[in-house]
């Protein structure tokens, strides 16, 4: 069976810069989550999606970033514009069940960002 | 909001010894995930206890939950150089479903 898949696995761009991350989960998962990793730090939640909805989305900076989830399988998060602060891991996440309680989100590798 | 703090943050250990590593929540913990996380890939998930006092086991990984459910620890036994890696704990927020975790304990096995 197939992993979460990310990509790209590194994104270096300049500041104000538009960027788009994409993550494919396992199959059959209907719970997508996006967390953001700063060096040194654990995962973070950004966004969770449930099918199509985004029924958490209250840590999205959502003056430059946004997420979608059309179809309830594959999800792209972008930030537009980025800012050197932005430099961190995404991670995308899955798990069959419809939220966090009792079952294990899969991860994938990460993007790692590099704003400059 | 609920927070987890790890420690050692570090550990530095010869091959062989055993080792543990503890993660300590504010609040009441309603299910505790421990993942491993190497350089550049995702997190692997260890295990989940949700019961006061469970106790879990993968191979050399023993994981357990207190009694008072505020605090867990990981132990590892005959520590291999394949166990480095960054060890997470995660716990659910009661209330949120949200999944928040610890900073992480980086582990250096040296052979």
Redesign the interface.
């Known amino acids: 069976e197939a992993g979460?898949v990310?990509s790209p696995r590194y994104k270096i761009i300049e500041k104000k810069q538009p960027v788009a991350f994409w993550c494919n989960p396992i199959s059959g998962h209907n719970t997508l989550?996006w967390y953001r990793q700063n060096l040194?730090?654990?995962?973070?939640?950004l966004i969770?999606y449930e099918n199509e909805e985004a029924v958490?989305d209250s840590q999205l900076p959502k003056d430059r970033f946004s997420a979608e989830r059309l179809k309830g399988v594959d999800s792209t998060l972008k930030i537009q514009p980025a800012e050197l602060g932005d430099s961190a891991v995404y991670?995308c996440?899955s798990t069959a069940d419809g939220?966090?309680?009792?079952y294990?989100?899969?991860?994938?590798?990460?993007t790692?960002l590099t704003v400059t | 909001s609920q927070e987890?703090e790890q420690s050692p943050q570090s550990l530095i250990v010869q091959e062989g010894k055993n080792l543990t590593i503890n993660c300590t929540s504010s609040k009441t913990l309603?299910?505790l995930?421990w993942?491993k996380q190497k350089y550049?890939?995702?997190?692997?998930?260890l295990m989940?206890l949700?019961k006061g006092g469970e106790e879990k086991s993968h191979e050399k990984i023993t994981a357990k939950l207190d009694e008072k459910k505020q605090q867990s620890s990981l132990h590892i036994t005959a520590s291999q150089p394949s166990h480095a890696g960054i060890y997470?704990c995660?716990a659910?927020q009661g209330g949120?479903?949200?999944?928040?975790?610890?900073?992480?304990t980086k582990l250096t096995v040296n052979p």
């Open positions: 979460v990310q989550y040194g730090q654990g995962p973070e939640l969770r958490d991670l996440a939220g966090a309680g009792g294990e989100q899969y991860f994938g590798p990460g790692r | 987890l309603y299910g995930y993942y550049g890939e995702g997190l692997i998930f989940m949700q997470l995660g659910i949120s479903e949200k999944l928040v975790f610890g900073k992480g």
